[in-house]
Nanobody
Framework: QVQLVESGGGLVQAGDSLRLSCAAS????????IGWFRQAPGREREFVAA????????DYADSVKGRCTISRDNAKNTVYLQMDSLKPEDTAVYSC??????????????????WGQGTQVTVSS
């Protein structure tokens, strides 16, 4: 069984940067695709970014494209989400998720099989 643990969230000012990490325990991490989602209070969970198992494919939501970079280090069982030029509207709980379909990236919640608990990102204006 895979467990995912997010870290790196916090309170920052608009324009700052954060790097979120998604650390996985369990076997076969390098076979999973990983996605990042976020959920703000009163809003539905939304897709942020995804990366396939060998980093050949990445995908970003339009709202973060050009400001975020997703990457992974399979030797460390970790996926990163570098977020730059943060805006107040980026405030949310950010969660990572793992998909057994490692060849592809996925934008929908149902495409993922394991979820972490999330880390809070708060951006003040």
């Amino acid at each position: 069984q895979v467990q995912l643990v997010e870290s790196g969230g916090g309170l920052v000012q608009a324009g700052d940067s954060l790097r979120l990490s998604c650390a996985a325990s369990g076997r076969n991490f390098s076979s999973y695709a990983i996605g990042w989602f976020r959920q703000a209070p009163g809003r539905e969970r939304e897709f942020v970014a995804a990366i396939n198992r060998n980093s050949a494919r990445t995908d970003y939501a339009d709202s973060v494209k050009g400001r975020c970079t997703i990457s992974r280090d399979n030797a460390k069982n970790t996926v990163y989400l570098q977020m730059d030029s943060l805006k107040p509207e980026d405030t949310a709980v950010y969660s990572c998720a793992g998909s057994f379909d490692g060849r592809n990236t996925h934008r929908i919640v149902s495409g993922y099989d394991y979820w972490g608990q999330g880390t809070q990102v708060t951006v003040s204006s």
